[in-house]
């Protein structure tokens, strides 16, 4: 730190995000992306993007990829927003939606995130325990006074509260913004958009991160009714209207007319899953019931640091995280079936070695 940095951030923890290590000899089970590569329409446009257009400025309201998603979505071009990956609209909703005199309310145990963004822009928080089991209690957010913050599927528990629950909260609370951030709805997830134009409380943020495998791209998006969504193009004016850059653009329509073949990939993803979760089982481990393309376990006869830490030894990386509650557990990013087959055979090795 310099001397010259504003006090009021001396203190800020930035995010830590999950390990890239760029030489890539390891299967990589880290940070949650989609194995399986960019939709063959998706990798054309990039191919046949005219490196011309660099030289112009991307539409800064990015109408047609806007269209696109809309129409795909059954809403209206006015219900969408687009933004720099799905971290930038949930930074432009902290914005919008939380002060000084409007907090954050998030479980304690969710996308780390949301904390880094309120100790950023000065917003008071508070924090729900989730239950025993790891579930959200919807009655903590009921009539909660403040924005609320929920990942549904929640991250790392993997866990979806479904729909109608969701909606509880929402209507406890008419007075202020619910953000349900579906970054992993796509792997068997309930999707609150369909509400969207019901309540006019309610933002669902959604990425092309995770079930669209671009988060190389850097492509997330925002569904809410027309007045949300002009708030936050409003913030989003005052600060980068520059987002989407022409190339990203491009990709982003591309994949939404590829649904089909992001449809089965993450049907892929989800048989993967259930393989992996019958033979980490079989193996001693426990885990949340997942709607994502991650599990979260644990194992009867190793901590989760020390399986981590093996596992690296053994060129697999998956995800620990030190909080107490959790520090049992590790998130395993389902990959290929192959990725699968070399994650059980360390596991496997590793609890020999072990026992
Ligand atoms: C990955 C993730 C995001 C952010 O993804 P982007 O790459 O910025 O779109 C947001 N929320 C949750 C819960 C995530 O896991």
Known sequence: MSRFLDARLNSLKPYVPGEQPQERKYVKLNTNELPYPASPKVQQAVEQAQLASLNRYPDPECKVLREKIAASYGVERDNVIVSNGSDEVLMLAFTAYCGKDRKAVFPNISYGFYEVW??????????????????????????????????????PTAIDMGREKIEQIIRSNPDNVVVIDEAYVDFGGESCVSLINKYDNLLVVQTFSKSRAMAGARLGMAFGCKELIGDLERVRFSFHPYNIDNLNMLTGI?????????????????????????????????????ATNFIFAKSKDIGGEMLYNKLKDRGVLVRHFTLPE????????????????????AIENILEEVK
């Open 118 to 155: 309120c100790d950023l822009l000065g917003v008071p928080y508070e924090k729900k325990a989730l239950k025993a089991d790891f579930t959200i209690d919807e009655k903590d957010y009921l009539n909660c006074g403040g924005t609320v913050f929920i990942a549904n599927p929640n991250a």
């Open 254 to 290: 591309a994949a939404i007319e590829s649904a089909d073949y992001y449809k089965d990939a993450c049907a892929k993803v989800m048989a993967t899953r259930a393989r992996l979760e019958k033979r980490l089982a079989e193996l001693g481990f426990t885990f949340t019931k997942s």
């Open 326 to 345: 959790i520090c049992d557990y590790n998130r395993i990013t389902v990959g290929t079936d192959e990725e699968t087959d070399a994650l059980i055979a």
